[in-house]
């Protein structure tokens, strides 16, 4: 199984802030990465898929990027409606398993 | 536009038998491609994936609840559902139904919370 791992697990960060997460693969998986935000009380939200592609309707401040084992979602400018968790999921092999997810919060 | 809505109890008892129905809505769950997945999450973790499977039957699921669960498929229903037995405390959580397609998820369901208590 090819598990998956999120760094830092929370981070604070103030608006306008340029926000940085990362998600390690424990074996290549290529391109095959996807990224999730999930707000308190709410299902995730597809945000990123293979890597580096917007799902429609994401805001273009919002990018990924990596390949192989190292992946990094990247928020140029963090927004009020930004501050949730984050979940990075591999794609390349069934389990589809999960990271453990950051947390973004308000400074 | 495609919807998932989960339904069940949201209590069970200890060692009693969970089951979960997904009703999707919008589209066909014998969609060429789509799987159809359980996640849940436990309260204050993360994600936890639980099994998937095709509308013709074929299953998959997480080695470490294999033994406990049961995915399967109602497609003249357009529906699936999930089962776990021998629940524990530990199975409190809010379980998830999501499309899944190439392996991500997406559209998911609200979610529907199930305590495990006496």
């Known amino acids: 199984d090819i598990q998956m791992t999120q760094s830092p697990s929370s981070l604070s960060a103030s608006v306008g802030d340029r926000v940085t997460i990362t998600c390690r693969a424990s074996?290549?998986?290529?391109?095959?990465l996807i990224w999730y935000q999930q707000k308190p009380g709410k299902a995730p939200k597809l945000l990123i898929y293979a890597a580096s592609n917007l799902q429609s309707g994401v805001p273009s401040r919002f990018s990924g990027s990596g390949s192989g084992t190292d992946f990094t979602l990247t928020i140029s400018s963090l927004q009020p409606d930004d501050f949730a968790t984050y979940y990075c999921?591999?794609?390349?092999?069934?389990?589809?398993?999960f990271g453990g997810g950051t947390k973004v919060e308000i400074k | 536009q495609l919807q998932l809505q989960e339904s069940g109890p949201g209590l069970v008892k200890p060692s009693e038998t969970l089951s979960l129905t997904c009703v999707v809505s919008?589209?066909?769950?014998?969609?060429?491609?789509?799987?159809w997945g359980w996640i849940r999450q436990s309260p204050g973790k993360g994600l936890e994936w639980i099994a998937s499977?095709?509308?013709?039957?074929?299953?998959y699921y997480n080695s470490s609840l294999k033994r406990r669960v049961t995915i399967s498929v109602d497609t003249s229903k357009n529906q699936f559902s999930l089962r776990l037995s021998s629940m524990t405390a530990a199975d409190t959580a809010v379980y998830y139904c999501?499309?899944?397609?190439?392996?991500?998820?997406?559209?998911w369901g609200q979610g529907t919370l199930v305590t495990v208590s006496s």
């Open positions: 999921q591999q794609s390349y092999s069934t389990p589809p398993f």
């Open positions: 999501a499309r899944l397609k190439i392996l991500h998820f997406d559209p």
């Open positions: 499977i095709y509308y013709s039957g074929r299953t």
């Open positions: 919008g589209g066909s769950i014998s969609s060429s491609g789509d799987y």
């Open positions: 074996q290549n998986i290529n391109n095959n």
